[in-house]
């Protein structure tokens, strides 16, 4: 590439702030690999520090004597530039929970893995998002503690149809609803009545309406003439803290009922974007492939924790593992890798941590378990109904998920076409996040696919260290974090503290796809 060609694309924009004085008003990374657009290739990226986007890209390694004396350029080759993460799926809890996740702690977790863009679920801080003055509370209490960019969802639950369009036209980057008991009193299931009103009053909005499809089948039961249904209970049939009582307790079915009954409200919004966050029952797919041959506009995620645990290998009481829906058998962790095998016509397009953590004496974990603390009580340790029910893992996908895909035959692409493009695609970020393309953010991870680690506190940065990867051993290292156009983290000087957490709030409503 002759010199003379890089004149036109260093050149600032017209009408950007000048940068400070004596500070490049580019910068530049090269590798010999870098996923561009998708397509792993040889890269020169140039990001404005003025803007934070990326400004040109050349299809090769520039030596850096191309670029005007003084130039910020690291040649990172061999190690591959990749979209920085968007991690579609995370609950961060605060106000209100701040102890179990905060801004601050799961954000900086976050760009420790590479992710640089999080959006944040509806629940488990107090207040939800579910009304427009829980957001207002969400935004202010976000303010000057994030590490990375944030974005929000809103909540759908019982009466709050009229808080949605407001909820849209504040930014929220889709809505999540549940159809079981969610786990916190302020975050009710809907009934298919508020699911049909949601739909009709969202059927035209630039949003996407995502449930977490798990349902209690009715059983009917004649009384004289009448039909009566009702909901059975989650009986355990078995011991408290063996997990296959536990995994007994929550079916496939579950999954499956939940889902048949979302297809069945679905053409009161033909246009509308519907979503299955956390998949995990391949009896799913099927049901899934059929309605969107049929144009129903509907998509699933998965997470790692359902593509790398299975039941089998999950010990007595270690409730580090308890997840809903549950992590089911190898059978089924097998299956879902099959479908991602599809790359054009998966019905399960994105990889999200479902990153929701608590406080360690809520996961009663026995003492023999790493993550435990000592409690006064025994009582209800090891106990898998009673635990609280999610995965702290916010910042290990990326290595959680090349472990096991690199071992499938899955290559980086897979990867950044589920962890970046997908879920920038799913919240509307695609002409921000997600790629590495002219003209969107200057949002990098520089990721060594061969190095590995052992999972310790030291490599979780979520606020409670309590994790099944804990004493794992990953391959994949994200080496250094850029969120446009600045490094903010490196695997071996930590937190680039000076520039303090830089992470901006998204909130730009969508606009229709
Ligand atoms: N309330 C909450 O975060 N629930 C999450 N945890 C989990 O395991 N599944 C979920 O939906
Ligand atoms: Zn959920
Ligand atoms: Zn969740």
């Given at each position: 590439m002759a010199p003379?060609?890089?004149?036109?694309?260093?050149?600032s924009e017209a009408g950007s702030p000048t940068p400070r004085q004596g500070q490049s008003e580019i910068t530049v990374l090269a590798s010999s690999r870098a996923v561009v657009k998708g397509r792993m290739t040889a890269a020169t990226i140039v990001i404005s520090t003025v803007t934070g986007k990326i400004q040109s890209i050349w299809e090769s390694v520039l030596p850096a004597s191309d670029f005007p004396a003084g130039t910020p350029y690291v040649d990172h080759s061999p190690h591959i530039l990749m979209p920085g993460l968007v991690d579609?799926?995370?609950?961060?809890?605060?106000?209100?929970?701040?102890?179990?996740?905060?801004?601050?702690?799961?954000?900086?977790?976050?760009?420790?893995?590479?992710?640089?863009?999080?959006?944040?679920?509806?629940?488990?801080?107090i207040p939800p998002t579910t009304t427009v003055a829980g957001f207002e509370e969400k935004?202010?209490?976000?303010?000057?503690?994030?590490?990375?960019?944030?974005?929000?969802?809103?909540?759908?639950?019982?009466?709050?149809?009229?808080?949605?369009?407001?909820?849209?036209?504040?930014?929220?980057?889709?809505?999540?609803?549940?159809?079981?008991?969610?786990?916190?009193?302020?975050?009710?299931?809907v009934s298919?009545?508020?699911?049909?009103?949601?739909?009709?009053?969202?059927?035209?909005?630039?949003?996407?309406?995502?449930?977490?499809?798990?349902?209690?089948?009715?059983?009917?039961?004649?009384?004289?003439?009448?039909?009566?249904?009702?909901?059975?209970?989650?009986?355990?049939?078995?011991?408290?803290?063996?997990?296959q009582t536990f995994l007994d307790s929550r079916p496939s079915t579950f999954e499956t009922y939940a889902i048949l009954e979302i297809l069945s409200l679905a053409h009161l919004a033909p246009q509308l974007p519907l979503h299955i966050?956390?998949?995990?029952?391949?009896?799913?797919?099927?049901?899934?492939?059929?309605?969107?041959?049929?144009?129903?506009?509907?998509?699933?995620?998965?997470?790692?924790?359902?593509?790398?645990?299975?039941?089998?290998?999950?010990?007595?009481?270690?409730?580090?593992?308890?997840?809903?829906?549950?992590?089911?058998?190898?059978?089924?962790?097998?299956?879902?890798?099959?479908?991602?095998?599809?790359p054009d016509d998966s019905v399960i397009k994105t990889v999200v941590s479902d990153h929701s953590p608590c406080?360690?004496?809520?996961?009663?974990?026995?003492?023999?378990?790493?993550?435990?603390?000592?409690?006064?009580?025994?009582?209800?340790?090891?106990?898998?109904?009673?635990?609280?029910?999610?995965?702290?893992?916010?910042?290990?996908?990326?290595?959680?998920?090349?472990?096991?895909?690199?071992?499938?035959k899955f290559t980086i692409e897979d990867v950044v076409r589920w962890c970046c493009l997908n879920t920038a695609k799913q919240v509307g970020l695609e002409h921000q996040k997600g790629d590495i393309a002219v003209g969107l953010d200057g949002d990098i991870a520089v990721f060594d696919e061969e190095a590995e680690f052992i999972v310790q506190p030291s490599t979780m940065l979520f606020r409670n260290k309590c994790s099944p990867y804990q004493g794992k051993a990953l391959k994949g290292v994200v080496q250094e974090t850029w969120l446009r156009g600045?490094?903010?983290?490196?695997?071996?000087?930590?937190?680039?503290?000076?520039?303090?957490?830089?992470?901006?709030?998204?909130?730009?409503p969508r606009v229709k796809a």
């Open positions: 003379h060609a890089l004149s036109p694309a260093v050149r579609a799926h995370v609950h961060l809890n605060e106000p209100g929970r701040t102890e179990w996740e905060g801004f601050w702690t799961g954000t900086r977790a976050a760009a420790f893995g590479g992710v640089t863009t999080v959006v944040d679920m509806p629940l488990n801080a935004i202010a209490a976000a303010q000057g503690k994030c590490w990375v960019d944030v974005g929000f969802y809103g909540g759908i639950v019982p009466g709050n149809v009229e808080e949605l369009k407001p909820l849209v036209k504040m930014g929220v980057r889709g809505f999540k609803g549940f159809l079981i008991d969610s786990g916190v009193d302020e975050f009710p299931a298919s009545e508020d699911i049909s009103k949601v739909f009709r009053e969202l059927a035209d909005e630039p949003t996407t309406v995502m449930f977490h499809a798990e349902m209690i089948p009715p059983v009917t039961k004649s009384v004289g003439d009448d039909v009566q249904i009702s909901e059975p209970p989650m009986v355990p049939s078995g011991p408290l803290d063996v997990y966050v956390h998949l995990s029952a391949v009896e799913a797919i099927p049901m899934l492939r059929e309605a969107r041959a049929k144009g129903v506009n509907i998509t699933a995620e998965t997470c790692p924790h359902y593509l790398s645990l299975a039941a089998e290998a999950i010990k007595k009481g270690d409730t580090r593992h308890k997840c809903c829906p549950p992590i089911r058998n190898q059978n089924n962790q097998d299956g879902l890798w099959s479908e991602m095998c599809r406080t360690p004496n809520l996961k009663l974990l026995p003492a023999n378990v790493p993550g435990a603390i000592e409690t006064t009580t025994k009582e209800g340790e090891g106990d898998f109904f009673s635990a609280w029910g999610g995965i702290s893992s916010v910042g290990l996908g990326i290595s959680v998920l090349w472990t096991e895909a690199s071992t499938r600045r490094k903010i983290h490196t695997r071996e000087q930590g937190f680039i503290e000076k520039t303090g957490p830089a992470g901006q709030l998204l909130l730009e």
